[in-house]
C-alpha cells in the first residue's frame, strides 16, 4: 500500500477560528483572510498527516472525539487541524465569483457571502462530519470487541445503512453515481423516504414501515415513478435482498421498540430506556455489519485516489491525490479499517472518547491519566459512602 511507503499529507489553510453568525446561520469561520489586504491577518497553510497512523495517531480519532454540543471543542480542532472542507482552498480551486453559475463583480458576490474571504463553513456540516466519525469508529470498535453491544451497533449501524447521504441526493440525473450496493440501496431507500415519507415529522418506525410497503407494492406489479432499471437489477442480487429483509425483521420482531426511537437532525437514533433488540436482528447485524461498514468507506474514497509523479530526483514516484483535510482523514479510515490498531473507549464512563494505546499498552483503558485519576477518585467517594468509617490509607510512603 503507498501509505507504507511514502505516507500521505495534506496542505490545508488553518487559521484561529470563532463561530459566528451570518444570514441567520451559524458559522466556523478565520480570523485570517484569504486573500489578505490593507494589514489585515494572512490565512496560512499547515502541512498535516504525515504518516502520523505510523506513530499510532490518526486525525480522524481527533474529529469523531470532538463534543458537538461544546463549541470550544469544536473551535479547537479547528485551530489545529482547519476546516474538513476549506472554502479557501475550494476558492483557490476554483477562482472567481459566480453566482447559479454566472460570472458576478465581487462586491455583488461579498452582498451574498460576506465571510468569503474568510476560510468558513457552517456549523451544522461540520457537526455532520464528526457524526460520520463517530459511526464508523463505534461500529469498527464493536465489531473488534470480545463482547459486542448490539444495542449500542444498531445505535450507529442503521443511520450508516439509511441516512449516511439523508439529504444529499436531489434523485435526478445530475446526483452523483452510487458504486456500491450499500449506498445504491440507501439511495433507493432516501428516495422513496423523498416521494412518499413525511418531512415534516420523523419517525423511524413510519420510515421503514413506508419503505416495505412501497416495496411490496413494486413486487406485486405496482408501477412507481422511482423504479428504475438500477433498481431493478439491485434487487437481483442476493446481498440487498438480505438488507431488505433485515429492516423487514426488525419490523417485524421490533416493532414495538422501534416506534419509541427518536431521530435528531444528524439522523442518530435515540433509544428509549431499556431498549433491547430481537434475536433475529442480533443475527442480522452479524451478517450484514462488516459489509455495510467496508461499502460506506469505499463508497467515499471514490474519488481519493494515488497517481504517479515525478519527484525532486527525477525519479518517478508515487503519491495521494489530496486536496481537503476530510480527504485525508478518508485514507486514514482505509488504512484504521483495515488494520489491526487496537482502537479502544475511554472505561471513563463520563469521557467515552477513543484512543489507540501505543504498543505494549493494550492492557491501557483510559484515554487520559486523567480520567484514569477521575474513575479511581470516584471509586474512592463511593466506598466512602458505603463505609464512612472504614480505615483510610495515609499519603506517602507509609502505606508501603
Given at each position: 500500500?503507498?501509505?507504507?511507503?511514502?505516507?500521505?499529507?495534506?496542505?490545508?489553510?488553518?487559521?484561529?477560528?470563532?463561530?459566528?453568525?451570518?444570514?441567520?446561520?451559524?458559522?466556523?469561520?478565520?480570523?485570517?483572510?484569504?486573500?489578505?489586504?490593507?494589514?489585515?491577518?494572512?490565512?496560512?497553510?499547515?502541512?498535516?498527516?504525515?504518516?502520523?497512523?505510523?506513530?499510532?495517531?490518526?486525525?480522524?480519532?481527533?474529529?469523531?472525539?470532538?463534543?458537538?454540543?461544546?463549541?470550544?471543542?469544536?473551535?479547537?480542532?479547528?485551530?489545529?487541524?482547519?476546516?474538513?472542507?476549506?472554502?479557501?482552498?475550494?476558492?483557490?480551486?476554483?477562482?472567481?465569483?459566480?453566482?447559479?453559475?454566472?460570472?458576478?463583480?465581487?462586491?455583488?458576490?461579498?452582498?451574498?457571502?460576506?465571510?468569503?474571504?474568510?476560510?468558513?463553513?457552517?456549523?451544522?456540516?461540520?457537526?455532520?462530519?464528526?457524526?460520520?466519525?463517530?459511526?464508523?469508529?463505534?461500529?469498527?470498535?464493536?465489531?473488534?470487541?470480545?463482547?459486542?453491544?448490539?444495542?449500542?451497533?444498531?445505535?450507529?449501524?442503521?443511520?450508516?445503512?439509511?441516512?449516511?447521504?439523508?439529504?444529499?441526493?436531489?434523485?435526478?440525473?445530475?446526483?452523483?453515481?452510487?458504486?456500491?450496493?450499500?449506498?445504491?440501496?440507501?439511495?433507493?431507500?432516501?428516495?422513496?423516504?423523498?416521494?412518499?415519507?413525511?418531512?415534516?415529522?420523523?419517525?423511524?418506525?413510519?420510515?421503514?414501515?413506508?419503505?416495505?410497503?412501497?416495496?411490496?407494492?413494486?413486487?406485486?406489479?405496482?408501477?412507481?415513478?422511482?423504479?428504475?432499471?438500477?433498481?431493478?437489477?439491485?434487487?437481483?442480487?442476493?446481498?440487498?435482498?438480505?438488507?431488505?429483509?433485515?429492516?423487514?425483521?426488525?419490523?417485524?420482531?421490533?416493532?414495538?421498540?422501534?416506534?419509541?426511537?427518536?431521530?435528531?437532525?444528524?439522523?442518530?437514533?435515540?433509544?428509549?430506556?431499556?431498549?433491547?433488540?430481537?434475536?433475529?436482528?442480533?443475527?442480522?447485524?452479524?451478517?450484514?455489519?462488516?459489509?455495510?461498514?467496508?461499502?460506506?468507506?469505499?463508497?467515499?474514497?471514490?474519488?481519493?485516489?494515488?497517481i504517479m509523479m515525478v519527484d525532486e530526483n527525477g525519479k518517478i514516484a508515487s503519491k495521494w491525490d489530496l486536496k481537503y483535510l476530510y480527504e485525508g482523514i478518508l485514507v486514514e479510515t482505509l488504512v484504521m479499517a483495515s488494520g489491526d490498531n487496537n482502537l479502544k473507549k475511554c472505561a471513563n464512563p463520563n469521557c467515552g472518547k477513543f484512543f489507540t494505546p501505543n504498543p505494549g499498552r493494550n492492557d491501557k483503558i483510559y484515554c487520559s491519566h486523567t480520567c484514569g485519576i477521575n474513575v479511581a477518585k470516584r471509586r474512592q467517594r463511593m466506598r466512602d459512602k458505603e463505609n464512612p468509617n472504614r480505615e483510610r490509607l495515609e499519603p506517602g510512603f507509609r502505606n508501603r
Open positions: 500500500m503507498i501509505t507504507s511507503d511514502i505516507g500521505f499529507w495534506v496542505d490545508n489553510y488553518v487559521g484561529t477560528y470563532q463561530i459566528i453568525e451570518s444570514e441567520g446561520k451559524k458559522y466556523i469561520a478565520s480570523k485570517e483572510f484569504h486573500p489578505a489586504r490593507n494589514g489585515e491577518a494572512e490565512l496560512k497553510k499547515k502541512r498535516l498527516f504525515m504518516d502520523l497512523f505510523k506513530n499510532n495517531e490518526y486525525i480522524l480519532i481527533q474529529l469523531a472525539n470532538v463534543d458537538t454540543k461544546d463549541e470550544n471543542s469544536i473551535v479547537r480542532f479547528c485551530n489545529e487541524y482547519g476546516l474538513p472542507y476549506s472554502s479557501s482552498k475550494i476558492d483557490d480551486e476554483r477562482p472567481g465569483c459566480y453566482i447559479m453559475g454566472l460570472d458576478v463583480d465581487e462586491r455583488t458576490y461579498s452582498s451574498l457571502y460576506p465571510l468569503y474571504r474568510q476560510d468558513n463553513m457552517q456549523v451544522y456540516e461540520f457537526k455532520r462530519h464528526v457524526v460520520s466519525a463517530q459511526r464508523i469508529l463505534n461500529v469498527k470498535s464493536e465489531l473488534e470487541s470480545q463482547s459486542i453491544n448490539y444495542e449500542n451497533l444498531f445505535r450507529f449501524l442503521l443511520p450508516m445503512l439509511l441516512y449516511e447521504r439523508y439529504g444529499f441526493y436531489d434523485f435526478d440525473a445530475d446526483d452523483p453515481e452510487r458504486c456500491t450496493e450499500t449506498m445504491k440501496f440507501q439511495y433507493y431507500f432516501l428516495n422513496v423516504l423523498n416521494k412518499v415519507g413525511d418531512k415534516t415529522i420523523r419517525s423511524l418506525a413510519c420510515e421503514l414501515f413506508g419503505f416495505v410497503v412501497e416495496t411490496q407494492a413494486i413486487g406485486k406489479g405496482e408501477n412507481k415513478v422511482y423504479v428504475t432499471d438500477e433498481l431493478r437489477s439491485l434487487f437481483q442480487n442476493e446481498y440487498p435482498n438480505e438488507l431488505y429483509k433485515f429492516l423487514v425483521d426488525l419490523i417485524r420482531y421490533d416493532n414495538g421498540q422501534i416506534n419509541e426511537i427518536k431521530i435528531n437532525e444528524f439522523n442518530e437514533l435515540q433509544l428509549p430506556e431499556g431498549f433491547h433488540l430481537s434475536v433475529e436482528t442480533k443475527k442480522h447485524l452479524d451478517e450484514l455489519a462488516s459489509n455495510i461498514l467496508s461499502d460506506i468507506i469505499s463508497e467515499s474514497l471514490q474519488r481519493v485516489h494515488p
